[in-house]
């Protein structure tokens, strides 16, 4: 069995910073890349961010470009989402997601 977990969430003010953190255990997942997507209040998830095997490639929805990075190099350590200037409509349930399982989300707050 596979669980995800997300940490890191939390209250920002609009310009702030958070660093997000998903740690998988069960067992191996290896070849999987690992991706960030999140959740706004009324709207359908999106994905934000995802980091192939290997750390080799990363990609972004172009929102986020620029001011998040991912980095880990695969699922069997600690993924991080640093997300700097942050703005309110970044404000929701951030997510991670390997394969087909899912975290259950922490909860990112931008507002002042």
């Known amino acids: 069995q596979v669980q995800l977990v997300e940490s890191g969430g939390g209250l920002v003010q609009p310009g702030g910073s958070l660093s997000l953190s998903c740690v998988a255990s069960?067992?191996?997942?290896?070849?999987?890349?690992v991706n960030w997507f999140r959740q706004a209040p009324g709207k359908e998830r999106e994905f934000v961010a995802a980091?192939?095997?290997?750390?080799?490639?990363?990609y972004y929805t172009d929102s986020v470009k620029g001011r998040f990075t991912i980095s880990g190099d695969n699922a069997e350590n600690p993924v991080y989402l640093q997300m700097n200037s942050l703005q309110p409509e970044d404000t929701g349930v951030y997510y991670c997601?390997?394969?087909?399982?899912w975290g259950k989300g922490t909860l990112v707050t931008v507002s002042s």
């Open positions: 980091v192939s095997w290997g750390g080799a490639s990363t």
């Open positions: 997601a390997i394969g087909v399982h």
């Open positions: 069960g067992r191996a997942l290896r070849d999987y890349s």
